[in-house]
């Protein structure tokens, strides 16, 4: 069975400052895919970033950026440049392709950013 | 066009009680998920629908718990018998992609709260 995990549970980062996000996950698997999701108040989640365990190259999406390490099975979410919209919960996932794609979640970490 | 739609947004009902969930999803959609978040943990996958295919439903907690979609489009989520530890935010999601690349679409979610 995969597992996800995201370790901390609340962070707190300034206005324009970057900060980082941890995951870990545990499967056999070489072939998946791993996203982060947002999900601010209103409580509508929303992707955030995908990547392709297969990709070497770590994704990028504007300000969100990730730091895929597959040998350590590590999957980090950086936000460069913090706005104060940034302020939600981020789930980590997990994903193996195929008929059945069920998306795996961590517990999530609440993310505020201060003016 | 419009998103996912679920209904109603906030149920409070006594225990014992059987309750109803409802999913609109994307107009186009063939895969179809509902998930549970309960406080302070991530999402928890309850059953998958895809297409004309036999619904997953190995995440479903207990019995008690049944889900529905009709004509492949709107689904149902029923709770019987309702408990206080059913109490969660209860999501819907939908994606395009029977390959599965991972791009849920999910809607704002039902809290139900069992006194």
């Known amino acids: 069975a995969q597992t996800v995990t995201q370790s901390q549970p609340e962070m707190s980062v300034q206005e324009a400052e970057t900060v980082t996000l941890s995951c870990t996950y545990d499967?056999?698997?070489?072939?998946?895919?791993l996203f982060w999701y947002k999900q601010p108040p209103s409580r509508q989640m929303i992707l955030v970033i995908r990547?392709?365990?297969?990709?070497?190259q770590n994704a990028t999406e504007n300000r969100f950026s990730v730091n895929f390490q597959k040998a350590a099975k590590s999957f980090s979410l950086k936000i460069s440049d913090s706005q104060l919209g940034d302020t939600a919960m981020y789930f980590c996932?997990?994903?193996?392709?195929?008929?059945?794609?069920?998306?795996?979640f961590g517990k999530g970490i609440t993310l505020s950013v201060r003016p | 066009g419009a998103g996912v739609s679920q209904s109603p947004s906030n149920k409070v009902t006594e225990k014992g009680k059987d309750v109803e969930l409802r999913c609109d999803p994307i107009?186009?959609?063939?895969?179809l998920y509902w998930y549970r978040q309960s406080l302070g943990q991530g999402l928890e996958f309850l059953i998958y629908?895809?297409?004309?295919?036999?619904?997953?439903k190995s995440g479903l907690p207990s019995d008690r718990f049944s889900a529905e979609r009709t004509g492949g489009s709107v689904s149902t989520l029923t709770i019987q018998r309702t408990q206080q530890e059913d109490s969660a935010v209860y999501l819907c999601?939908?994606?395009?992609?029977?390959?599965?690349?991972?791009?849920?679409?999910f809607g704002e979610g039902s809290r139900l709260t069992v006194l």
């Open positions: 996932a997990f994903m193996i392709p195929g008929a059945n794609s069920k998306l795996t």
């Open positions: 999601a939908s994606s395009f992609s029977y390959q599965g690349t991972g791009e849920l679409f």
């Open positions: 107009s186009g959609h063939t895969a």
């Open positions: 990547q392709e365990a297969y990709k070497q």
């Open positions: 499967t056999s698997e070489s072939n998946y895919y």
């Open positions: 629908f895809q297409g004309n295919s036999a619904p997953d």
